[in-house]
């Protein structure tokens, strides 16, 4: 999938779309040669790559250096780059620098988390001809505010509140909203409600598609594993054995043989 159109249609057609977040070129080769529909080049980058504690320390030099990587390896797919933390909140001029950086990193649409206060803003990048995607619920780079990475929308008010977001998202213009981790129910509802497609992380299964990020699905860090995980590798301790028989074969003196030696 390339387009925004091909995204969409997905949604029209009864379709699950598959998301996965990436952020370098040879795991964006892998994701290039899956049967993966889109890639997220999500802010997730500063803690899984840079090994920040939240989101807020990302910034658009970072996501356009990753986005420039992973266009570079998954030339096949469609892209959405993430818009960092208050690159929104400057001005119109920041914001749609920080559009321009990614999308000339060879992104072909953006991200940008929550809907109070920019839906002027995220009119004003879709009719400069750029696709945004929403971001509703736990949106993490508010997650000084809302006091840690929690489920929202739990209660009667809250629900409302990020149900009427959704509907504002979609008038001022999105393609689609990512909803993360809010309750099940609520993100069927808001599905139902809305024209565009959903894509679910720690919602439940009625949104139009699901992301995850990569290394969380790869089981890359074995002390992270919240409830809406699922792991289809065993990545660390597969590594782990790697490197520690090429450690084990260096010290005996087993690596390299002459097979794998210049004479
Ligand atoms: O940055 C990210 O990876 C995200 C996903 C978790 C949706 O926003």
Redesign the pocket.
């Known amino acids: 999938m390339r387009s925004v159109l091909e995204f969409q249609s997905k949604k029209t057609q009864g379709e699950a779309i598959s998301m996965i ?1 990436c952020y370098d070129t040879w795991s964006a080769k892998i994701i290039n040669d899956s049967s993966i529909d889109s890639i ?1 080049i ?4 500063s803690m899984v790559m840079h090994g920040h504690p939240s ?1 807020v320390h990302a910034d658009t030099e970072m996501m356009a250096a990753h986005v420039k990587a992973v266009s570079k390896g998954a030339p096949n797919k469609f892209l959405i780059g ?1 818009i960092p933390f208050l690159a929104n909140r400057k001005s119109r001029e920041v914001l749609m620098d920080t559009v321009e950086a990614l999308m000339k990193a060879g992104s072909h649409s953006v ?1 940008l ?1 929550g809907a109070k206060g920019h839906l002027e803003d995220i009119s004003h990048i879709v009719e400069s001809g750029v696709p945004v995607m929403g ?1 509703l619920g736990l949106t ?1 780079q508010s997650v000084n505010q809302l006091g840690g990475f929690k489920v929202q929308g739990k209660g009667e008010e809250t629900a409302r509140e990020i149900f009427d977001d959704a509907l504002a998202l979609e008038r001022a213009g999105c393609f689609s909203i ?1 909803l ?1 981790c809010i309750p099940a129910p609520l993100a069927e509802h808001i599905t139902e409600a809305l024209t565009i497609p959903t ?1 679910g ?1 720690g919602s439940g299964p009625d949104t139009t598609g699901q ?1 995850l ?1 990569l290394q969380d699905l790869l089981g890359m860090d074995p002390s992270f594993q919240p409830k809406f995980v699922r792991r289809y590798l065993e990545g660390y301790k597969l590594i782990m054995e790697a490197v520690n028989r090429f450690d084990a074969d260096v010290k005996a003196r087993a690596f390299p043989v002459k097979k794998e030696s210049f004479v």
């Open positions: 977040t997220l999500g802010d997730s980058a989101t993430d991200k988390e971001h993490p990512v993360e894509i992380i992301v990020v």
